[in-house]
C-alpha cells in the first residue's frame, strides 16, 4: 500500500463495527500512518491493530500518539519491527499503558 494508500485507510473509517484491521507490512511510513487518524470514527469498536513491519521509525512516535491513542477500544496493537529506537519504544510504551500486546 505504501504511504500513498491514504484514501484506501480513510474509506475503511467507513466500515462500522470493525474490531480487527491487519494493516502489517505495507511500507506506512510516517506519512502514511497519518492517515490512521481518520479511524478515529471507529470509536470502540476497533480492538485489534496490526501494524508490525511498516517501517515507521522514531519519527512516527507523534504519528502513533496522534492515529492509535484516540482508539479507546484497542487491546492488542502489534507494532514489531517499524525501527522506534530503545527510546521511541519506551515513549509508546507509556503512551499506550493498556495495550495487552504491543512489540
Known amino acids: 500500500m505504501g504511504p500513498e494508500g491514504g484514501a484506501a485507510l480513510r474509506c475503511l473509517a467507513c466500515y462500522t463495527g ?15 500512518l497519518a ?3 481518520s479511524l478515529g470514527s471507529l470509536g470502540g469498536s476497533l ?3 496490526h501494524l508490525w513491519c511498516n517501517s515507521i521509525g522514531s519519527a512516527g512516535v507523534a504519528g502513533v500518539e496522534a492515529a492509535i491513542v484516540p482508539l479507546k477500544g484497542l487491546r492488542v496493537v ?8 530503545a ?4 515513549r509508546v510504551r507509556e503512551m499506550l499503558p493498556g495495550i495487552r500486546e504491543l512489540f
Open 47 to 49: 480492538t485489534t491493530l
Open 78 to 85: 502489534t507494532l514489531g519491527d517499524n525501527s522506534f529506537g
Open 18 to 32: 470493525l474490531s480487527s484491521l491487519n494493516l502489517a507490512n505495507n511500507a506506512l511510513g510516517s506519512p502514511g
Open 87 to 90: 527510546d521511541g519504544e519506551r
Open 35 to 37: 492517515n490512521l487518524t
